[in-house]
């Protein structure tokens, strides 16, 4: 496929994708991405700046749609190249949804001790990552390992507590909120509830101070504080 084939395969699938038909199209947007991998190596595209001159927004935009399509569909390998893919692209900004997608992506497939250790990595160097705890902990929650689920959110949640640097603490409030509900620690979940909700009167009235003035790009990092883009989170 060409560029301009690749872009019309991509418009196709989400014809599918619209009407809840994922596995439909992922199983268009698939070859599609596999073109598109190679057209990028073959005009030697080396970072994020280079791929969206090549192919425009809209391709990378559709990055997210198509993990969530090979997530739904069931296609762990598939998905596991392609956000190993996006990791090597040099300034590609969703950094955490490729890393999330790949250790989700390795417990599908039953990898669990590779995807602890990717997390664990990740974390050492980078311990205020707060979806990195809350991931973690799902994965081994989904896993039917309570105790460990238990033991990876504690320690998140102590050191997020104990941080000095900056740290989007309300998301992970909120995401520890849901893995306490799923564990019935009804304790530990109401007090994520509380300091979730003390976290955002904190944060919520320094993230807007003038409105009326500001528009906010879909592409641009997402006013909540979560570190993510805007359209792959309040403005999805």
């Known amino acids: 496929m060409n560029k301009d084939e690749i872009l019309q395969a991509i418009k196709d699938g989400y014809k599918e994708f619209l009407l809840g038909r994922t596995m439909e199209a992922a199983k268009i947007w698939q070859p599609s991405w596999n073109d598109a991998r190679n057209l990028i190596t073959q005009k030697g595209c080396k970072n994020e700046k280079e791929i969206l001159d090549l192919f425009g927004e809209t391709f990378l935009n559709w990055f997210f749609d198509f993990d969530m399509a090979l997530m739904e569909s069931d296609m762990h390998n ?3 190249d392609f956000n190993r893919y996006l990791l090597t692209i040099p300034d590609y900004m969703d950094q955490d949804n490729p890393r999330m997608s790949l250790a989700e992506s ?6 669990y001790e590779e995807a602890e250790s990717m997390l664990s990595g990740w974390l050492d160097a980078d311990p205020s990552w707060t979806y990195g705890w809350t991931c973690w902990a799902n994965i081994f929650l989904d896993n039917g390992r309570r105790e460990k689920a238990q033991e990876i959110i504690e320690r998140g949640m102590a050191t997020i507590e ?4 900056l740290v989007y603490s309300e998301i992970f409030y909120q995401n520890a909120e849901v893995i306490y509900r799923r564990l019935g620690i009804a304790e530990r979940a109401d007090y994520c509830a509380k300091k979730g909700q003390e976290s955002a009167t904190k944060t919520k009235p ?3 101070p003038n409105t009326a003035s500001l528009k906010v790009g879909r592409n641009d990092p997402c006013t909540c504080g979560s570190g993510k883009k805007y ?3 309040c403005g999805c």
């Open 78 to 80: 598939e998905r596991l």
């Open 162 to 165: 104990s941080s000095t640097e």
């Open 231 to 233: 359209k792959k989170c």
């Open 106 to 111: 390795l417990a599908a497939l039953d990898r």
């Open 206 to 208: 320094m993230q807007m």
